[in-house]
């Protein structure tokens, strides 16, 4: 003789609790939806545009990680162009080149380096030896290279900054503050700047920007500043008069300094003299253009006197 065995009806407390849970999972649901429909609202960018976002991150990461695992596995040079070409043909490849952080360069300059990179795929980029390549340019202190995916190399370029002109026997150069050459330059663009000249003046110009710094007041009127003998310097000031400083670094910032104060108590830039030498330590000896002459010609008729009588 079979029996039938039935379960209990539920009780009216539990019956109670699984309505409960069930309305506080749909209100989840709810919350979670509409927070996630306010966050996408805050995205600038379409349903469309944010599908392929999401398809370029996935086809990116799955590339990225097929190249991860082919270096592990040490896989042949073929192999890997198998690989990259796979890569270029999902469009990863370059297409764009954005230069940033260009001011005084020719970004041709840039360009041309970069050309070589057209069309490659996005894995075969070295992105090294592209920096060293732009590292090779004159005005390009330092520069950082990317790979922005799909299809763009994004190159930022710290610039050097001019600082004088270097006047060679030839031609003038524009330099930075640590004289590094970075372009010829013509007589009209290096009337207002420095001109640092001399045999060896170029590797000096980080010292001599010390000496300047030492007396801040003189420095704007500083035209041209002469590097003598590998060992001192002459300043040539707007005026067109001449300061012979003394040889040694620290020498020659306390002449400087002492012609500055002169200077602002007796004005002498500006003035009679023509050149001002401070050579002879605790000393300033001054010529004045005509003064010879007028001695010679005082001292000629001093002795025609004295023949007279």
């Known amino acids: 003789m079979s029996q039938t065995i039935r379960r209990k009806a539920k009780s009216a407390r539990?019956?109670?609790?699984?309505?409960?849970t069930s309305r506080k999972v749909r209100s989840a649901r709810a919350k979670t939806g509409s927070a996630f429909d306010r966050a996408m609202a805050w995205v600038p960018l379409s349903e469309e545009q944010l599908h392929r976002v999401f398809l370029a991150m996935i086809l990116g990461g799955a590339v990225a990680l097929a190249w991860f695992v082919a270096g592990l596995a040490g896989l042949p040079a073929m192999a890997r162009q198998q690989l990259a070409e796979v890569a270029a043909d999902a469009g990863f490849k370059v297409r764009r080149v954005d230069v940033r952080?260009?001011?005084?360069?020719?970004e041709l300059k840039v360009y041309e380096r970069v050309l070589a990179e057209r069309d490659q795929a996005m894995p075969l980029v070295e992105i090294e030896a592209l920096r060293e390549k732009l590292l090779e340019l004159p005005w390009i202190e330092d520069a950082r290279v990317s790979r922005q995916l799909p299809d763009t190399l994004v190159i930022d370029i710290v610039e050097r900054k001019p600082h004088a002109v270097l006047r060679k026997p030839d031609r003038m150069v524009l330099i930075d503050a640590s004289g590094h050459e970075l372009e010829p330059v013509t007589r009209e663009r290096a009337k207002d700047m420095l001109v640092v000249s001399g045999p060896g003046a170029g590797k000096q110009v980080v010292a001599l920007s010390r000496l300047l710094d030492a007396a801040p007041a003189l420095k704007p009127q500083v035209r041209e500043a002469e590097w003598i003998g590998n060992r001192r310097w002459n300043l040539t000031f707007k005026t067109g008069q001449v300061l012979a400083l003394p040889e040694g670094e620290r020498t020659s910032a306390t002449a400087l300094v002492s012609f500055a104060?002169?200077?602002?108590?007796?004005?002498?830039?500006?003035?009679?003299?023509?050149?001002f030498d401070m050579r002879a330590q605790g000393r300033i000896y001054m010529r004045i253009p005509g003064r010879e002459k007028q001695e010679a010609a005082l001292n000629a008729g001093a002795a025609r006197r004295e023949k007279g009588n």
């Open 261 to 275: 104060r002169l200077d602002g108590t007796n004005r002498l830039l500006g003035g009679q003299v023509a050149a």
């Open 101 to 106: 952080g260009v001011e005084n360069l020719n």
């Open 14 to 20: 539990r019956a109670a609790a699984a309505q409960g």
